[in-house]
């Protein structure tokens, strides 16, 4: 059984940087039929995707986060994880991690097919 | 950038049948997946691929997509049904949501 864990510092504060590890087990994370993502939902609020990395190194970010953005993959861990620089109190959400389905290959269609349970990240000082 | 819109909240009786839209641009020629959301809870995909049901999602839950809307449709209303359902597609490499509709159900 294929599960997400995400951890994270709960509190940052203004200015700072956000970095967020998702934990994946039961699977491996070089697996080519996907990419590992992140999604938040701010408080009462929708979902916003984040970005999108395989482990081959295609990495897709949302433009309006792009230039704070980092992500990386870790396979010797079986961990993804998030940088979000410069971080404001609009940056406060629920943030989870995702595995999605890597649409470049047949029978794939880019949906987010297994999520994590969301940590919550506060900006606050 | 590309928008989905859903309406804010829908409202179904007790075993009847739910439509929950979700309106975008020329959205029929993109695949539109679904999730559901209960309160506290991660997203679970329920519809992928415009009408494609994941394992273990019940056949009560169908979807299609058409033109500018896209419909899901829950029939036979259970209480364990209400929930937040995004729709979600992708454009020019941007995974875009919409922006949820909260189901209840009387």
């Known amino acids: 059984q294929v599960q997400l864990q995400e951890s994270g510092p709960g509190l940052v504060k203004p200015s700072e940087t956000l970095a967020l590890i998702c934990s994946v087990s039961?699977?491996?994370?070089?697996?080519?039929?996907?990419?590992w993502a992140w999604v938040r939902q701010p408080p009462g609020k929708g979902l916003q995707w984040i970005g999108s990395?395989?482990?081959?190194?295609?990495?897709y970010y949302n433009p309006t986060l792009k230039s704070r953005l980092t992500a990386s993959i870790d396979t010797s861990k079986s961990q993804f994880s998030l940088r979000l620089a410069s971080v404001t109190a609009a940056d406060t959400a629920v943030y989870f991690c995702?595995?999605?389905?890597?649409?470049?290959?047949?029978?794939?269609?880019?949906?987010?097919?297994?999520w994590g349970r969301g940590t919550l990240v506060t900006v606050s000082s | 950038s590309y928008e989905l819109t859903q309406p804010v909240s829908v409202s179904v009786a007790l075993g009847q049948t739910a439509t929950i839209t979700c309106g975008g641009s020329?959205?029929?020629?993109?695949?539109v997946h679904w999730y559901q959301q209960q309160p506290g809870q991660a997203p679970l995909l329920v519809i992928y691929?415009?009408?494609d049901r994941p394992s273990g999602i019940p056949e009560r839950f169908s979807a299609s997509n058409s033109g500018t809307t896209a419909t899901l449709t829950i029939s036979r209303a259970q209480a364990g049904d209400e929930a937040d359902y995004y729709c979600q597609v992708l454009d020019n490499y941007i995974w875009v949501f919409g922006g949820g509709t909260k189901l209840t159900v009387l």
């Open positions: 691929r415009d009408s």
């Open positions: 020329n959205l029929g020629t993109k695949y």
């Open positions: 039961g699977d491996s994370i070089s697996n080519d039929n996907y990419y």
């Open positions: 995702a595995r999605q389905t890597n649409g470049n290959n047949y029978g794939s269609y880019w949906n987010f097919d297994l």
């Open positions: 990395k395989s482990y081959s190194g295609n990495t």
